[in-house]
């Protein structure tokens, strides 16, 4: 069965770049119709979605974070990369990696266990 | 703040029927599929209902999905002290975004 797993330190300090790894296995990430995307969590708060990408490379971000994130796929590897730059505080959650439906069907029909990052000097 | 609204949290006896809101517009809601998630403290979420109203395979069928307009309901009955997670509704909105509720707590009495 498609399992999702993210990798990352766990801490970043504040101002540094967050980079985080999903590797998917028992699946291919060339799925036609599914996006590869990161969902994040803050502590005791609801779900925020960071952005998606489809594996021929059109990306998709949340308006508030775009300018902050950048998303990659590397096919050979069957695995996709989240980058947050300048990180705050307010970046501190547990990120999932997930992978969901068609853009305007986005159900989220795999998870990851997530992936708590911290930032804090 | 949500794009979806929900209500904080929601709370019933074992063995009852419980429902779940999810408001929000013609630019989500109103045109696009809705999507329930259930998520247990510590753990991922885990898809419940899809394109309104689809239960994925192993979800039981007390758990049950409805849209109308530009709101969704999630049902749930014959509740189980397993149940006992926060909830959240789902969806694209125009605006080219994923959306999230902000989640529902349900407590079994």
């Known amino acids: 069965q498609l399992q999702l797993q993210e990798s990352g330190p766990g801490l970043v300090k504040p101002s540094e770049t967050l980079s985080l790894t999903c590797t998917v296995s028992?699946?291919?990430?060339?799925?036609?119709?599914?996006?590869w995307g990161w969902i994040r969590q803050p502590p005791g708060k609801g779900l925020e979605w960071i952005g998606s990408?489809?594996?021929?490379?059109?990306?998709h971000f949340n308006s508030s974070l775009k300018s902050r994130v950048t998303l990659s796929v590397d096919t050979s590897k069957n695995q996709f990369s989240l980058k947050v730059t300048s990180v705050t505080a307010a970046d501190t959650a547990v990120y999932f990696c997930?992978?969901?439906?068609?853009?305007?069907?986005?159900?989220?029909?795999?998870w990851g266990q997530g992936i708590l990052v911290t930032v804090s000097s | 703040q949500s794009v979806l609204t929900q209500p904080p949290s929601v709370s019933a006896a074992p063995g009852q029927r419980v429902t779940i809101s999810c408001s929000g517009s013609s630019s989500n809601i109103g045109n696009h599929y809705v999507s329930w998630y259930q998520q247990v403290p510590g753990s991922a979420p885990k898809l419940l209902i899809y394109d309104n109203n689809k239960r994925p395979s192993g979800i039981p069928d007390r758990f049950s999905g409805s849209k109308s307009g530009t709101s969704a309901t999630l049902g749930i009955t014959g509740l189980q002290s397993g149940d006992e997670a926060e909830y959240y509704c789902?969806?694209?909105?125009?605006?080219?975004?994923?959306?999230f509720g902000g989640g529902t707590k349900l407590t079994v009495l």
């Open positions: 990408l489809y594996y021929g490379g059109s990306t």
């Open positions: 789902g969806t694209w909105d125009s605006s080219l975004s994923v959306v």
């Open positions: 997930a992978r969901h439906y068609e853009l305007g069907r986005p159900y989220v029909d795999h």
């Open positions: 028992g699946g291919s990430i060339s799925s036609s119709n599914y996006y």
